[in-house]
């Protein structure tokens, strides 16, 4: 059990870093169409290790879903990516947070804790 634990914890944190460095590399580009878009991921490198820690993210999460139960193992993992995604646009990103968006994530945890997590 503490194995899958652990390995959710790593799934989180490599899917949320992920999301935060697609962002800062995609912020780069601006508008564009479909197939700039792609060119420009295959030469940047924050998208392109987003991209790889997004599929072996993928991998970790096939092997959580092995052992711990859904409904124990998805509300954490949103949860927990939905947390540290906020604190890397804020410690990253240097994107701003107020005081709505703090109360949301501690709705949200408190609705996971309600849960039974």
Do not use: H
């Amino acid at each position: 059990m503490i194995v899958s634990i652990a390995l959710l914890a790593l799934t989180i944190v490599c899917v949320s870093a992920a999301n935060v460095l697609l962002r800062r590399g995609m912020s780069q580009l601006g508008d564009a169409g479909l197939l700039r878009v792609i060119a420009f991921g295959l030469r940047s490198w924050p998208v392109l290790i987003g991209g790889a820690l997004y599929v072996f993210s993928l991998l970790t999460w096939t092997l959580c879903l092995r052992q711990l139960d859904l409904g124990v193992a998805y509300p954490v993992y949103i949860g927990g990516q939905f947390l540290l995604v906020l604190l890397g646009s804020v410690f990253v990103l240097k994107e701003g947070i107020d005081a709505r968006r703090m109360l949301g994530v501690l709705c949200i945890f408190a609705g996971i804790l309600l849960a039974g997590v």
